[in-house]
C-alpha cells in the first residue's frame, strides 16, 4: 500500500518535476554502470534534496503552489547537479550570479509571505512600506548566512566555494540585495493592487492552499 501511495505521489508532481527527477535517474544509472562513483552520488543527493522541501512543508502542515515546487526543484537541480557535476559554474560565467539573482528574488517572496503570515493575512495591520521592508530583511540575512557558510566550507574543509574570494562574496551580496528588493516590491505590489499577475497569482495560491494561517486576510477592497 505504501508503496502503491509513492508511485502515486510521484505521478501526481508537475510534468517539469517528473522530467527532471527522469533524469537524475537515468545519470544514476549511467554513473553506476561507468563506475563514475561521484556523479553517481551526486545525482542520488541532488534527488533526496528535491524531496526535502516536500518532506518539510508536509510536516508542518504547509501546501505549496505548483509554481513554487517547480521553482525550488529548478534551482536545487542547477545549483547541485548542473552546477556541480557539469562544471556549469565554470563553463558559464552568468551562471552563479542568475542562480544567486533568482534564488535572492524567490527568498524576498518568501520573506514576504512569512511576515504577511505573522499578521494572520491582515494586510492593513502594518504599513504596505514596513511589511515588504522586513521581507526585504529577510531574504537578505539569507542570503548573507549563505555567504557565512560558504566561508565556513572554505576554511574548515578547504574547498572553493567562494570563488575569488572577496570579489565572489560582494558580488553575490550585491545580487541578492537587488533580488530581495524586487521580491520584496512584488510582495509591496500585491499589498497596493498591483504589479505583475504571476506574483499576484502565487501569492494568492499560497494563502489560498493554507488559509488556516491567514485568518484575518480579506480580499482587496
Not at 28 to 54: D, K, M, N, S, Y
Request: proline content about 3%.
Amino acid at each position: 500500500m505504501r508503496i502503491g501511495s509513492l508511485f502515486n505521489n510521484l505521478r501526481q508532481q508537475p510534468r517539469l518535476v517528473q522530467a527532471i527527477w527522469a533524469v537524475l535517474a537515468l545519470e544514476f544509472c549511467a554513473a553506476l554502470f561507468e563506475r563514475q562513483w561521484p556523479l553517481a552520488g551526486v545525482a542520488l543527493a541532488t534527488f533526496l534534496l528535491t524531496l526535502i522541501p516536500r518532506y518539510v512543508t508536509s510536516r508542518i502542515g504547509l501546501a505549496l503552489p505548483t509554481p513554487m515546487i517547480v521553482a525550488i526543484t529548478l534551482f536545487i537541480f542547477a545549483t547541485i547537479f548542473l552546477g556541480e557535476a557539469f562544471d556549469y559554474y565554470n563553463r558559464f560565467w552568468w551562471w552563479d550570479i542568475a542562480l544567486h539573482g533568482g534564488s535572492a528574488i524567490g527568498f524576498g517572496l518568501l520573506g514576504f509571505l512569512f511576515v504577511f503570515t505573522l499578521f494572520e493575512g491582515d494586510r492593513y495591520a502594518a504599513p504596505h512600506w514596513a511589511l515588504a521592508l522586513i521581507a526585504f530583511c529577510v531574504a537578505v540575512t539569507i542570503g548573507v548566512l549563505w555567504e557565512i557558510f560558504e566561508f565556513g566550507m572554505d576554511q574548515l574543509f578547504g574547498m572553493n566555494m567562494q570563488k575569488s574570494g572577496l570579489m565572489d562574496t560582494m558580488g553575490d551580496l550585491i545580487v541578492d540585495v537587488i533580488g530581495a528588493s524586487l521580491g520584496a516590491l512584488a510582495g509591496w505590489a500585491y499589498l497596493v493592487g498591483r504589479g505583475p499577475g504571476f506574483t499576484r497569482n502565487l501569492f494568492e495560491q499560497f494563502v489560498a492552499k493554507n488559509r488556516r494561517l491567514y485568518r484575518k486576510f480579506r480580499d482587496r477592497d
